[in-house]
Each structure stands twice: as structure tokens, then as C-alpha cells.
């Protein structure tokens, strides 16, 4: 009797240690399985029976306990890892946004003013070839070019069509030719009046496609007179009138 008193004494504890050894695993793998933990009573080896509020069920209960405690405790500590990582990164961008960027704007030209920021719009008229050269940007900051008889406003792409740009060869010109023959020698631009008479179909429709890219995105300001043609005289009216259909 008394070898089978200890053999169901160890048999008690081996079974309570071990469904708390298998609690305390589950919960570190992050998945507590309930039915590793007794719930309602146990038959003992002599056919007796253990109640949930004996020593079992509160041994039991404060391996759950702990296994819980196990895991808030790891997962606070995940959580606040993380959130000092975001202070960390957020910290780090604010400093780029108020030094980075005044650091990047050292450069030439840092802080100026776009020629185009600056000049109120220009009012609708027509210019002569002698007119339109004073717009090239070297004088005078506003910059102009006539595609196919039509003057446009290019100031705001002064990057690109000033002294300096890749296309400041057509800045106070008639840019018709050049574009039409993909060409940015001086020598496809005329002094004189260009009636672009000698350009094939496909050039004209080239021509064509031009104006009306421009016209998108540009301000149309008048036209480019041929000679011994006198300019027309725009009201207050019809300049806003045209202003309002680009913007």
C-alpha cells in the first residue's frame, strides 16, 4: 500500500509538473493550447478523484499564471521597441526636412526667384520679328518664341529655353523650322520672316503638333506679323478672355 500510495503521490507530481512544463512551452512558442491544462477533475490511479480548487488545480493555475505573465511581459517589451524605433526614424526625418534641404539649396541659385514667379502675366499683343528678339533672356528675363505665326510665353521654362538651356537657340526666334526639322543649329533659324513654304507635309503636320503643345502649356500672348503687316489691337476683354481658356 504504502508503494502504491508514492506511486500515485509521484504520479500526481510528475503530471502536474508536467502539464506546467508544456503551459510554460506552449506559451513560449506563442500559442497556449488549453488542452494541455486540466480543466474540470482527473481520475487518480486508485479511482479517486482530484477537485479543480485542490493543491493540482492551484499549482496548475499558477503555471498559467506565469506562462501569461511570460507572455505580456515579452510582448511590452516588443512593443516599446518598436516605438522607440518610429521616435528614432521621425526624429531622424524632421532633422533632414529643416537641415537636409537647406543644406541641397547651397548651390547656385539657391533662394532666387523664377524669372516667371516675378512678371506679372504679359498682356495679349503682336510682335515683329525686331519685337520678339528683345525676349531672349539675356535683357530681358521674360522669354518669348513664335511657333508657326503664334507667340508664346516660355518664361516659366526658362531652365530650358534660357541663355543657358539646351533650347535657348529659339528664345526670341521663330522656332518653327527648328522644330519641324528636329534641328537646333543656328543655321535652321532665319533672320527674316519665315513662311515655312518650302517644308514638306510630314514638317508642316510637325509644325502643327508644336503649336498646339505649346499652346497646353504655355501662355499664348499674339501673333508673329509678317512684314508690312500692322498688329491688331486686343480690349481688356478679349485678353482675359484667352488667358481663361488656358488656365
Known amino acids: 500500500m504504502g508503494g502504491a500510495g508514492r506511486g500515485v503521490g509521484e504520479g ?21 493550447k488549453l488542452g494541455t491544462l486540466g480543466s474540470g477533475s482527473e481520475s487518480s490511479s486508485d479511482g479517486g478523484s482530484e477537485s479543480p480548487g485542490g493543491a493540482g488545480a492551484a499549482a496548475e493555475g499558477g503555471g498559467w ?4 505573465l511570460a507572455l505580456l511581459t515579452g510582448g511590452g517589451e516588443m512593443l516599446l521597441n518598436v516605438a ?23 548651390g547656385a541659385g ?16 503682336d510682335f515683329s520679328l525686331e519685337q520678339l528678339r528683345q525676349y531672349d533672356g539675356s535683357g530681358n528675363p521674360r522669354i518669348l518664341l513664335a511657333v508657326n505665326g503664334k507667340v508664346f510665353d516660355v518664361t516659366k ?4 529655353y534660357g541663355p543657358a538651356g539646351p533650347y535657348g ?16 543649329d543656328k543655321d535652321a533659324l532665319r533672320d527674316e520672316y519665315d513662311d515655312l513654304s518650302d517644308l514638306n507635309a510630314v514638317q508642316m503636320e510637325s509644325v502643327r503638333e508644336w503649336e498646339m503643345q505649346f499652346k497646353e502649356k504655355y501662355d499664348y500672348v499674339g501673333r508673329l506679323l509678317k512684314p508690312g503687316e500692322e498688329p491688331s489691337e486686343y480690349t481688356d476683354e478679349e485678353d482675359t478672355k484667352d488667358h481663361n481658356k488656358q488656365d
Open 12 to 32: 500526481r507530481g510528475r503530471g502536474g509538473g508536467g502539464r506546467r512544463w508544456r503551459a510554460v512551452m506552449a506559451a513560449g512558442d506563442g500559442d497556449v
Open 65 to 68: 499564471a506565469a506562462a501569461a
Open 84 to 106: 522607440l524605433v518610429a521616435l528614432v526614424l521621425l526624429g531622424a526625418y524632421r532633422l533632414w526636412v529643416r537641415w537636409g534641404r537647406r543644406g541641397l539649396g547651397t
Open 110 to 125: 539657391a533662394g532666387e526667384e523664377s524669372p516667371a514667379a516675378s512678371l506679372p502675366r504679359m498682356k495679349k499683343r
Open 157 to 160: 521654362g526658362s531652365k530650358f
Open 169 to 184: 537657340i529659339f528664345a526670341g526666334r521663330d522656332a518653327s523650322r527648328g522644330l519641324a526639322t528636329f534641328c537646333l
